[in-house]
């Protein structure tokens, strides 16, 4: 009976990850069943499912290599979710981070997505995970595009909860298992980040208000920290439906969790793991995450304009919310599009007839008002 609901299940939705049968048939017979008979389905599921995978029309997903399950593992945990474009001078120390992890290996899972030109980074993941008892998928999408990326990782996250790491970057050992024993269905839970330069510590506004909030969080007192990428661990079920913009440039993980915070701000709660030893995300400043990007027409007026538009798009009925997203827009217009138009006055009216092509008349009045240019 199980064996005929899964393979019927597979058959009327074969576009769905494992991730999404295995919730799905959780429903129709029960966890619990899931949980007696995880390596039967696990083994219906791989031999149904194609290696290859259509996320839309021109963009296929190759299933390069999935690990083998053990009796142990369980949807329980997290599932750590990993970017990989062009990462082989860096990797290593990023996986090195994951398999030093403290929480028991039945508990997490690590989801590599290579996006763009295919370089070593797949070779040395495979080394590296040669011999390890750990749950791992690596994925491979032709186009080079970090929200795709993610979203297609989303996807195929199989664990309860899931957290983002990039291919640059580390985990300190206790990050998962400080974070899963806080975790529940209804909360994000935010680490410490620490900035490290050639070895060594470097302050960071992020840790700082982190460092003064954590016992009495809100979301207007931790809204930056909010809106990275890095240093939460999220439940699953709070982000069904919602995805990164793929058309972005810049800024998509402002939108992204913009979006998501309007959507569950009635059920949200907030927990920090801050204070905990060796529980911190650790972001590696290199020369190229230190730079800025160069002041253009391109990035400061079209990308930036294009993020206003997106969290226009996005509204609530939640004061505090709404303020956040009105505070998120005002940053993107002052500190890029106006900063801009400040030292490139020459632009002025290119970037105006630009703007009002897209339909940000509100923007335009903005600016204007700013740069005391009336009509």
Known sequence: MLTDQAYTLFKNNKYLESSDIFFKLGHLIGFDEIQVNLNLIQEILLSQQQTNYRYNHDIIIQLLFTSNINSDYTSQGISVIVPVYNAESYILSCIQSILSQTLERSKFEIIFVINGERDKSYDIIKEMIADENICVKILYISVGNVSIARNVGINYAFKQYFCFLDADD??????????????????????????????????????????????????????????????????????????????????????????????????????????????????????????????????????????????????????????????????????????????????????????????????????????????
Not at 208 to 226: D, G, P, V
Not at 274 to 281: H, T
Not at 359 to 375: C, V
């Open 170 to 375: 580390c985990l300190e050992k206790d990050f998962l298992q400080s974070a899963f024993y806080v975790c529940n269905n209804n909360t994000v839970v935010l680490t410490d980040i620490k900035n490290i330069k050639n070895g060594d510590i470097q302050p960071n506004s992020y840790s700082m208000s982190l460092q003064a909030n954590y016992k009495k969080m809100t979301y207007l007192n931790i809204c930056r920290f909010f809106f990275l990428n890095a240093c939460k661990i999220v439940p699953k079920s709070l982000a069904v439906d919602i995805k990164f913009e793929e058309s972005l440039k810049t800024g998509e993980d402002t939108v992204f969790w913009m979006s998501f915070l309007s959507r569950n701000h009635r059920i949200l709660e907030l927990a920090s793991t801050y204070g905990k030893p060796y529980s911190a995300y650790i972001h590696i400043l290199t020369p190229d995450s230190l730079s800025r990007k160069d002041e253009s027409f391109d990035f400061s007026i079209i990308q930036h304009i294009g993020i206003v538009t997106h969290l226009r798009s996005i509204r609530s009925d939640d004061h505090i919310v709404q303020t956040l997203i009105n505070q998120r827009i005002d940053t993107q217009i002052e500190n890029f599009v106006i900063s801009y138009l400040k030292n490139n006055m020459c632009d002025f009216d290119k970037a105006v007839k630009y703007i009002e092509s897209v339909g940000e008349f509100e923007t335009i009045e903005y600016i204007r008002r700013k740069l005391k240019k009336p009509h």
